[in-house]
């Protein structure tokens, strides 16, 4: 069976959109990976998308289709990072910069361009919205070094349509 919806999809996206993120002329991460950064230490900055909980059910009749229409709202986790124990001064400015430069920009895009096709957008999301509360602490990694962690979330609302089928 084959549905429409993609969480890996939604993802992946959100990550091509955080790479595209700009700083002025430059990017706003040195590096953003799908999953966890385990060792930042070759970046000035960088960024992990993970997945953090979701909520889906029934969204009503899927109109002249046959079937229901689904609504999905999987919630990623953005934790962005920086070098914290050389200069803590300098960690925290890049994290204000950060926060007043990737909030306002996850509550003006409702939709993500398909890191597949760029020039559209993925097809079952219809709104990206920053959720929850924001967090930041410094964290010392494995590797021994402190950085500085900030945490937000977008929850990636998704409408599809699912088949009924009997048993």
């Known amino acids: 069976m084959s549905l429409n919806s993609s969480r890996l999809l939604i993802a992946q996206s959100l990550v091509a959109f955080l790479q595209g993120v700009q700083n002025g002329a430059s990017a706003l991460y040195a590096e953003v990976k ?4 385990f060792d930042p230490s070759p ?3 960088w960024a992990e998308v993970t997945f953090f909980q979701s909520k889906s059910g029934p969204a009503g009749s899927g109109g002249n289709l046959i079937g ?3 609504e999905d709202n999987p919630v990623f986790k953005i934790t962005s990072g920086w070098p914290y124990e050389a200069d803590s001064t300098a960690g925290m400015t890049n994290m204000l910069t950060a926060m007043d430069i990737l909030v306002p920009i996850l509550h003006s895009h409702y939709q993500l361009p398909n890191v597949n096709s760029p020039t559209q957008a993925v097809a079952s999301l219809y709104s990206l919205l920053e959720d929850q509360l924001e967090r930041a602490m410094p964290v010392r990694f494995p590797n021994g070094h402190v950085y500085l962690l900030w945490e937000t979330y977008a929850v990636a609302k998704q409408n599809y349509n699912v088949t009924l089928v009997n048993p």
Not at 34 to 37: D, F
């Open 34 to 37: 799908l999953g966890a950064v």
């Open 43 to 45: 970046f000035a900055s």
């Open 68 to 70: 229901w229409r689904i």
